[in-house]
Each structure stands twice: as C-alpha cells, then as structure tokens.
C-alpha cells in the first residue's frame, strides 16, 4: 500500500511540475536544508503512520484481527483496551512525523529569523498548511495518549491524516499539468 | 489547589478550561481555520507581507480591518490560539500539580521523565508569547540603504552603523553557466561606532548583526554580478529591535529538549514493556487464529 502510494505521489508530480530544490542565496545555510529534509520525512512519517491505521479498520472490518491489548502504562481512561494490529503499527509512526515536522517547523524559523529578522515570513501561504498539519497531529497524540475517543476512533483519524497530508502538503505543491516527455 | 477549593466557582471554571476535550476540538478547529487561511493568504498575499514590519495594531487598523473577507480567519486564529494557550496552560499546571503528589509512586528517572510532555506544553506557550511579543512591541526600520562610506543613526541612541566596504564572493566555476560571476555569498564589512568605541563587523545573508539591543539584517544588495552594467554599490539594511526573539528562541530549545525527553522516555523506559507485552498478546493472537482456522478446515473437511 505504501509504495503504490509513493508510485503515485511520483507520478502525479511528473505531470504536474511546480518547481524543483533550486537553492537561491538565502538557503546557503544548514537550516534551510534541514527544513526541506526533515519535513520530508516527517511527511513519509505521518502517510506510514495513516496507511497501517487504513490496514487497521479493514483488517478490523475483516474481522482479521479482533486481539486486543492492554495499555496500562498509557493514560487511558475510558477505553482500556485498544486494537492491537491498528495502534501498535501506526502510533510510533505518527510519534516520529510529528517530532520531524516540528524539528522541520524550528529549522524553518530560526532559518527565517537569521534571513528576515522574523520567525514567521507571510510571503509564502504554506506556512498556514504546515501549522495545520502540526495542529492536526497534536490532536492525534492527545487523542491516544489520553485515550480520548474509541480505538476505532482514533484510528479512523489516524488514516484521514493521509487527505490532510495530501490535501494540505501536497497539492498546493501541484503545478499546471506538462507532458513530461 | 487549597484556592480552588476555597473558591468553587473558580474551581469550576478551571475544570472545564482543563478539559481534554477543550483540546481536542480547539486543534480541530485551528487546523480547519489555518487550511481557510491558506486559501484567504493565496488569494491575497500582499496584505499579510507588511505585518512584520509595521506591527500588529497598525497592521488591524489599516490592512486587516479593511479587508475583513482575507483577513477574518487571522483573529479567528489569535482567538483560537489565546484559548488554546490558557488550556494548555491550565491542563498542564493541573497534571504537573498531581505529579508531584504523586511523586512517591515513580522511580527517580521515571518521575523526570514523565515531566517531558509537560516541559513541551510551557514551552509552546513561552514560544507563542514570543511571537505576541514580537508582533506587539517589536521596532521595525526596514529598508535602510547604505553605501560605502556612509552611515545611519540607530533611533534613541548616539550609536552609528557604518558601510566600510562590501566584498562578497562569485562563482568562479564553468559548470552554471547561468550563475558565472554572479554573487554567492554577500559580504558587508561595517562599522559599528558607539562614542569612542569601534568594532568591526561582518553582515552577511543569514548572519546578523547585533548592536545595542538592535538586530541588524542584511535585506538586499547590488551589484549582483561582478562588473554588471556599472551599478552602484549598495546594502539595503532591515534593522529591528525585538523583545519576542528571546522568547521564542528559548521556548523552542526548551521545547525540543521536552520532545527528546519524551522520545527518550518512549523508547528507552516505556515502549520495551509495551512491545513485550504487545508482542505476547501478538502470539497468542496468532496461536488462536492458527487453532481456529485448524478447526474449520477439519469442520470443512468432515
């Protein structure tokens, strides 16, 4: 599932090309890359993290995977057992595009500080995607950690963060279709 | 909480700004009114540019009071975010508060640990209170221009900036035909003079200058090519005075360190447990499948 979605995603950028990592003078420094690098994984993260949640409720539609397993060391209060195939898989995943994305967000500022003198430059309307996606997966974590919501809950908005990443982070990335060839 | 128990209203009021669900449907909601920012912002993008210079109450007097139908999801977003703010706040204050009563049932490491997500959340605030700083109280003179010899006065003080000469370096290779001569890295030697005192400095893209509470910021330059159409040589300066910079620098160190301690305590200390306890289950999941499926084959067989 996750590489048909990565052989999409690609094919879906050849033919609609925006712009390429062109350095300019203001990226002559690490922050800049660390910015492009870090939200890029942080991206593959949080798509992971949505493709083994979409595994999840169809193994769980199934009846695939109907075990179950006991989380005492998380703070759960109103459901105490949550499906294993679904959260065991997706929730480091999510942990870790979270924590890249906000390393990606800090990169990103202290990059504009240095460069503009602010941490926020509103040249560019993507910065408002980039906090919407943060926002959206600290609701996430706070979903799971406080066991807030059903499993199947939480996991069914775990796999609607692939239409957030998509929508959000790759679309507005889409340029006008070119033959490639 | 001796307050909170003298004081039943407020105690009130403080449960219901510490609940969980506030959380949840407040990062619904800023995720949503971000994504409608984003379309307001790419349909008109050059009124939110002059926001981080000229401030934000000159900036809702003029432009964003004016144009209400681009401008309406940013207080929407300044609301959400205040109310966030107070949440985390109360949540966090709330939980750090049980902690330490409850200190006795952890272990030492565990006990610091488990203060990470707590750390990250007075980070996130100390960070947006930077940011209401900066667009607040920070003095912004942008676009100043100097050339080599000339100099400029930094506002309330005696102090002067000097451009003693500006040498950056060009691309001197074949392979980018494109950038041949080009400039690659600007490079502007000042003078900054403070009565008797003189010290050099060098200003260069992503590398500022700091003088008498000012960040000075190089913003623009020419000529861009070595010996191209004979312009004249030049800086454009962005000089700001800022009292959020040092708290959102801080608050994003002290949130990143809450984050490893988070991770650390994830993988080091809680996630072994958890997989074996995961894994087990896992097993015996799979052992039950593997029986049952035994059974029908051998009903589907009989």
Request: hydrophobic residues 45%.
């Amino acid at each position: 599932m996750i590489l048909s979605l990565t052989c999409i995603i690609a094919l879906i950028t050849v033919f609609f090309p925006k712009d390429f990592y062109l350095p300019f003078l203001k990226s002559n420094t690490l922050l800049a890359h660390f910015f492009f690098f870090f939200g890029v994984i942080g991206k593959g993260c949080f798509l992971v993290a949505s493709a083994w949640a979409v595994i999840g409720l169809f193994q769980e539609h199934r009846g695939i995977s109907q075990e179950t397993v006991n989380t005492s060391d998380v703070t759960v209060s109103n459901s105490p057992q949550v499906s294993l195939s679904a959260h065991y898989y997706w929730f480091p995943w999510a942990v870790w595009g979270f924590a890249f994305w906000t390393l990606s967000m800090f990169s990103g500022e202290l990059w504009s500080y240095l460069g503009w003198g602010t941490p926020v430059v509103w040249d560019d309307p993507a910065i408002t995607t980039t906090m919407a996606t943060w926002f959206f997966y600290i609701c996430l974590l706070h979903l799971h950690l406080t066991g807030t919501w059903t499993a199947r809950g939480r996991t069914a908005y775990a796999a609607s963060g692939i239409l957030v990443v998509l929508i959000l982070n790759y679309i507005p990335q889409l340029g006008p279709y070119r033959w490639p060839f | 909480m001796a307050i909170l128990k003298m004081l039943p209203q407020f105690s009130s009021v403080w449960k219901k700004l510490s609940s969980m669900h506030l959380t949840i449907v407040l990062c619904l909601l800023l995720t949503a009114d971000l994504a409608w920012g984003y379309v307001c912002l790419k349909k008109n993008i050059l009124l939110f540019s002059p926001l981080n210079d000229i401030g934000l109450t000159a900036w809702t007097k003029t432009y964003g009071g004016h144009q209400l139908e681009y401008t309406a999801w940013f207080f929407v977003l300044l609301i959400l975010l205040a109310l966030f703010c107070v949440n985390t706040f109360v949540c966090t204050t709330d939980r750090v508060l049980r902690l330490v009563r409850l200190r006795s049932h952890y272990k030492t490491k565990r006990f610091f640990f488990r203060f990470a997500p707590h750390v990250m959340h007075y980070a996130l605030i100390i960070i947006l209170s930077g940011y209401l700083g900066s667009y607040m109280f920070a003095h912004v003179l942008d676009t100043r221009t100097l050339i080599p010899g000339a100099s400029m006065t930094l506002p309330g003080t005696e102090s002067k900036i000097l451009l003693k000469s500006f040498d950056p370096k060009y691309y001197q290779g074949t392979r980018l035909a494109a950038f041949h001569k080009h400039v690659l890295k600007p490079k502007a030697r000042l003078l900054l003079i403070d009565g008797e005192h003189r010290q050099t400095a060098i200003l260069q893209y992503n590398r500022p200058v700091r003088f008498k509470g000012y960040g000075i910021f190089l913003k623009d330059f020419s000529p861009k090519k070595q010996g191209g159409m004979g312009m004249k040589t030049r800086i454009d300066l962005s000089i700001r005075k800022d009292p959020g910079v040092f708290l959102y620098l801080i608050g994003m160190l002290i949130f990143t360190a809450g984050m490893v301690g988070y991770l650390a305590d994830w993988i080091f200390l809680r996630r072994p447990i958890k997989d074996a306890t995961a894994k087990n289950n896992f097993a015996a999941a799979e052992v039950r499948d593997h029986r049952s499926s035994k059974t029908k084959s051998y009903k589907n067989l009989s």
